[in-house]
C-alpha cells in the first residue's frame, strides 16, 4: 500500500477530527494537515470527506466553531473540542484499542487455536 493512501475504516475520520482538534482549535484545512502531520504523513484526508464531517460533528455537540483568521490573513472558521467532544474521543478510542486487539488476536491465531 502507498503510505499516504491508506484506506481509512469507516467511522475513524471523526474520531481523527476529535483528535486533531483536541490538541488544539484549527480551521478546517489545519485539521487536514494535522492529521497528516500525525500520522507521519501516512493518511490524507480528502476536503471533500472532512467538511461534511465537521458539519456532523458541530450538530452532535462534539465540536464548536468561531470565525477567525488564519495565517494567511483570511476569513476562517476555527474549531474546538467540546466537553462532549472530549467524552466521545475517549469512548470512541477506547474502542477503537479494543476492536485492534481483538483483530490482532484473530491475524495471530494459529491452526492449532482453533
Known amino acids: ?58 450538530h452532535q455537540g462534539w465540536i464548536s466553531s468561531e470565525w477567525g483568521e488564519s495565517e494567511n490573513k483570511r476569513k476562517a472558521k476555527y474549531y474546538r473540542l467540546t466537553a462532549a467532544g472530549r467524552r466521545k474521543l475517549q469512548t470512541e478510542a477506547e474502542k477503537w484499542n479494543r476492536m485492534a486487539d481483538v483483530i490482532a488476536g484473530i491475524l495471530q491465531s494459529t491452526p492449532e487455536e482453533v
Open 1 to 58: 500500500m502507498d503510505k499516504k493512501q491508506m484506506e481509512l475504516l469507516q467511522g475513524t475520520l471523526d474520531m481523527l477530527i476529535l483528535k486533531a482538534v483536541s490538541l488544539g482549535p484549527l480551521h478546517g484545512y489545519g485539521i487536514l494537515l494535522r492529521i497528516q502531520q500525525i500520522s507521519k504523513d501516512r493518511l490524507e484526508i480528502q476536503q471533500g470527506s472532512l467538511y461534511p464531517a465537521l458539519y456532523r460533528l458541530e
